[in-house]
């Protein structure tokens, strides 16, 4: 059975393609695609306003970036690029600069977001998990950030030149945050997606019996991880995780075990007290993330009638790799070609939140 793909714009459904190319990846900034038609049923140009289905589920709303027209010998085409409305953030620098001294991450993002129509600030989501005080609780390695996303930074400085993508990404990280969108163009500040049932399974077996992957590939890389980070901050500091109790200067290191030799990163961060802790770990789960993942090339673009998705969790059994864990599916492209269509799917622990 193949895949049922369509770019809307307007009234108007665009349903025949000679290939296409999909990309969505909670690491990077903006989801992409590039889709070449043959006859295109409704005019595309450059700006206008789109939303790509896979199999009638939603998966990217955003913008035409640019077309290109060809014809030759073996007729005529057109090759549409666009990006998600997190492309508008990206390409948009922002136009109040100077500091933001007291800003919670919401009010700094309303006062950015103000400038542009096709952002609406009432679909912006802050994770209800990360919400919050946590009155006479303890904090803990799992869950330092709930006390953080409504707490104002006491240092934070837009300089000329930075995209409203960077300052609002900066701002979320130093509060241990990613910032990404979803398929329906809504905005998240939050974390990605750590428990629950897994929305998909890898099945990889010597015998054949049940495979559903055509390759599969393991990359393990520990050149850009550390076993100790140091944050050294100038900033008073009273009881924050990860850090002892000091005056003048903050340097709360976190160790990675599974480095097995000396290698330390020290990094200079001036924010308030809160910001060095979160951003040590931060960096910590960095390290994990560009240090291993998973890759699989599957045919067609859904399982049990659900495209695939990310910040979704894969069951992955492989006995080729010797995997037998529940992963985190943080990249997804979906791609035609004359030969057929493929999903390709990146892997990684769950619940990691990297810097920008």
């Given at each position: ?91 948009s620098h ?64 837009i300089e ?5 993508f960077e ?190």
């Amino acid at each position: 059975m193949s895949d049922k793909v369509s770019l809307q714009i307007g009234n108007q459904r665009i349903e025949n393609f000679i290939s296409y190319d999909i990309e969505a990846d909670l690491y990077q900034a903006a989801d992409k695609f590039t889709m070449e038609l043959a006859n295109p049923e409704a005019p595309v140009t450059a700006g206008m306003q789109c939303k790509l289905y896979i199999n009638d589920q939603l998966e990217l709303t955003g913008l035409i970036d640019k077309t290109y027209k060809k014809y030759g010998k073996s007729g005529r085409t057109l090759t549409v690029e666009g990006r998600d409305l997190m492309g508008i953030l990206v390409d948009s620098h922002a136009e109040k600069i100077g500091d933001v001294h007291g800003k919670t991450v919401k009010q700094l993002a309303e006062m950015l977001f103000s400038p542009f129509p096709l952002i609406r600030r009432s679909k912006v989501e802050y994770q209800a998990n990360v919400v919050g005080k946590l009155k006479g609780k303890k904090k803990t390695a799992d869950s330092p950030l709930t006390t953080f996303m409504d707490t104002p930074q006491k240092f934070s400085h837009i300089e000329p030149g930075m995209t409203v993508f960077e300052v609002l990404a900066v701002y979320a990280a130093s509060r241990g945050l990613m910032f990404f969108s979803l398929p329906n163009g809504t905005f998240v500040f939050g974390r990605p997606r750590v428990t629950g049932e897994p929305d998909f399974f890898i099945n990889t077996r010597f015998d054949g019996k049940g495979n559903n992957v055509e390759s599969g590939e393991e990359i393990n890389d520990i050149s850009p991880r550390y076993s100790k980070i140091t944050v050294v901050s100038q900033v008073q500091h009273t009881d924050d995780f990860f850090m002892e109790p000091q005056k003048g200067n903050l340097s709360p290191s976190f160790y990675d075990h599974d480095i097995p030799f000396h290698k330390p990163l020290v990094v200079k961060l001036n924010n308030d007290s809160q910001t060095p802790a979160l951003y040590a770990r931060m960096l910590f789960e960095k390290q994990r993330h560009e240090g291993y993942h998973l890759a699989y090339t599957l045919p067609l673009h859904s399982q049990n009638s659900t495209n695939w998705g990310i910040n979704k969790l894969c069951t992955v059994t492989d006995e080729v790799l010797n995997i037998n864990r529940t992963l985190l599916v943080f990249s997804r492209r979906f791609r035609k070609t004359k030969q057929g269509s493929w999903t390709d799917i990146r892997l990684g622990p769950p619940g990691l939140v990297t810097a920008p």
